[in-house]
């Protein structure tokens, strides 16, 4: 994998995050980490605050790959798809639709 294609993916992943926090806002769920409360917080609105963090993450993503921190960027590429495959699924999972409460074939339902 090219040097590039990290920050590529580490920039999409914060893209998707940062859709899946905004998802997690809008159904109720109160942001979990602290630092991305403050900043939603103290921001002129919640969106703005999130979307900041995320900017901050993308520059700190870059300096891993300036300073030669690419297996750091892999790693976090790593974590990072993990937690918005798990919010994904928290999502779905807390779904109130009818397809996510109903039995589909193969799914078996979720409640």
Same mark, same amino acid.
């Given at each position: 994998m090219t040097h590039s294609s990290h920050i590529v993916q580490f920039t999409y992943l914060q893209a998707l995050d940062l859709l899946t926090?905004? &998802?997690?806002?809008l159904n109720g769920v109160v942001e979990g980490n602290p630092m991305v409360r403050w900043s939603m &917080? !103290? &921001? +002129?609105? +919640?969106v703005s605050?999130?979307?900041? !963090?995320k900017a901050a993450a993308v520059g700190?993503?870059?300096y891993c790959l300036r300073v030669g921190k690419e297996k750091l960027l892999s790693r976090m590429n790593i974590f990072f798809a993990a937690l918005v495959a798990w919010n994904l699924v928290c999502l779905i999972a807390s779904s109130q639709s009818p397809i &996510?409460?109903?039995?589909? +074939?193969?799914?078996?339902?979720f409640h």
């Open positions: 926090t905004i &998802a997690f806002l &917080a !103290v &921001a +002129p609105d +919640p605050g999130l979307f900041a !963090v700190l993503g870059l &996510a409460n109903s039995q589909l +074939p193969g799914l078996g339902g």
